[in-house]
């Protein structure tokens, strides 16, 4: 029995993850290589649509190697990517995402459906298992959409091996997720209103205030930095399409906002 731990039953199989056998005195290429990776990203439902959002650090290894990074890559008009891993592979991924939908568009003269496009990044993560399985390729992206039919925003989740899951009120992956998760989770339940019914500037703060909790206990992930004048990349997906929030818009909400404890009537934690 494995308890549907998938990396156990590939190696009680004989599967080796990573490169086969080498010949003698020849170390693994990726032994030498700091891969760049991507981290944190989040989404959540509140009460216009979905809100998506990422930290601007991609490090390798220890190694700070960006600080400006947009880890929430617009899609289409109405559906956004954001990645945590690889970057090289899922800009690409996002590349393909993105001429598809639009061919799609253009030569059936409709927009694909939810449900294809869903699948769509299914397919592609599927198709990028042998990278994702010798660690030098893996993506776990969240993709984020407003279903005009059904008048609701959407998150999907999904593992490196292109398994999709459905957040019904958010959703998180990266190395700073498990910071935030269980945040979100007593903020939904227990907070002063539940995630759903936040208006946008409370979102927004709660987005922020969440980015800092994450880069105080990961060193992957990448705060505010008010000198640089740099903050994180949140979208919003609502009913008009994707908008992106100006940083000076971040900069005056993370000054008056997000900086100290939250007072009465404020966003924030409501533990107390």
């Not at 009680?12 to 290589?33: H, N, V, W």
């Not at 220890?62 to 800009?91: C, N, Q, W």
């Not at 279903?147 to 899951?165: M, N, Q, S, T, V």
């Amino acid at each position: 029995m494995h308890n549907g731990d998938f990396w156990s039953l590939l190696k009680s199989t004989g599967y080796q993850l990573g490169p086969g056998p080498l010949p003698a005195g020849r170390e693994p290429i990726e032994s030498k290589i700091a891969l760049t990776q991507g981290t944190t990203i989040f989404g959540l439902k509140y009460k216009d649509g979905v809100l998506v959002a990422g930290d601007r650090r991609a490090t390798a290894g220890t190694t700070v190697m960006y600080d400006r990074t947009d880890k929430v890559l617009e899609i289409d008009r109405h559906s956004v990517m954001a990645i945590a891993g690889v970057p090289a592979t899922a800009f690409e991924i996002a590349r393909v995402m993105e001429h598809t939908f639009k061919y799609y568009r253009r030569s059936q003269l409709q927009e694909l459906s939810l449900e294809g496009k869903v699948r769509a990044l299914s397919k592609l993560l599927k198709e990028n298992i042998p990278m994702a399985l010798q660690g030098i390729g893996a993506v776990a992206p969240i993709y984020a959409a407003y279903d005009l039919p059904r008048k609701e925003g959407k998150i999907f989740f999904y593992d490196i091996l292109g398994a999709e899951f459905e957040g019904v009120e958010f959703a998180t992956s990266g190395s700073g997720s498990p910071a935030i998760r269980g945040v979100l989770h007593y903020e939904n339940r227990w907070g002063a209103r539940p995630l759903a019914d936040l208006p946008e500037e409370e979102a927004i703060t709660l987005t922020m205030r969440l980015l800092e909790t994450a880069a105080e206990f990961d060193s992957a992930t990448g705060g505010s930095n008010r000198e640089a004048h740099l903050y994180p990349v949140i979208k919003l997906v609502t009913r008009e399409g994707v908008r992106e929030i100006p940083q000076k818009e971040l900069e005056s909400l993370y000054a008056n906002k997000v900086v100290g404890r939250p007072g009465v009537g404020e966003p924030g934690l409501s533990i107390g």
